[in-house]
């Protein structure tokens, strides 16, 4: 996303509309914001709801801003139970390589 000196956002004009509106009539913001449309590991990771990855690097590797984030090292298991839904953050992390 990006404001420009005229105040123009890509989905919106702040100058025009609250920032809220704008997030809230933009299909493609109510898109990144839904989780259950993130792909690949990313999709089926149990911490898509708090972590999501980052739409800036899928979209730079895949061309698709709801895909797997290429620069997270955590390997969610292929059916999305990988760690118990309440495992502190020190238990993804000492799963690392
Ligand atoms: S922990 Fe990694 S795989 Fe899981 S949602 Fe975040 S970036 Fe994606």
Excluded: H, W
């Excluded at 990313?42 to 899928?58: D, L």
């Excluded at 059916?79 to 799963?95: E, Y």
């Amino acid at each position: 996303m990006a404001v420009d000196t005229e105040g123009e956002v890509r989905c919106g004009n702040v100058r025009e509309k609250t920032f809220q509106e704008i997030l809230d009539d933009s299909e493609a913001f109510q898109r990144v914001l839904d989780r259950n449309q993130l792909q690949g590991k990313c999709g089926r990771c149990r911490y898509k709801f708090t972590c999501g990855g980052c739409g800036a690097m899928a979209c730079f590797e895949s061309g698709d801003l709801m895909g797997e984030d290429p620069t997270c090292s955590f390997e969610p298991e292929e059916d999305g139970r990988d760690l118990p839904a309440d495992a502190p953050m020190t238990a993804v992390i000492s799963k690392q390589p």
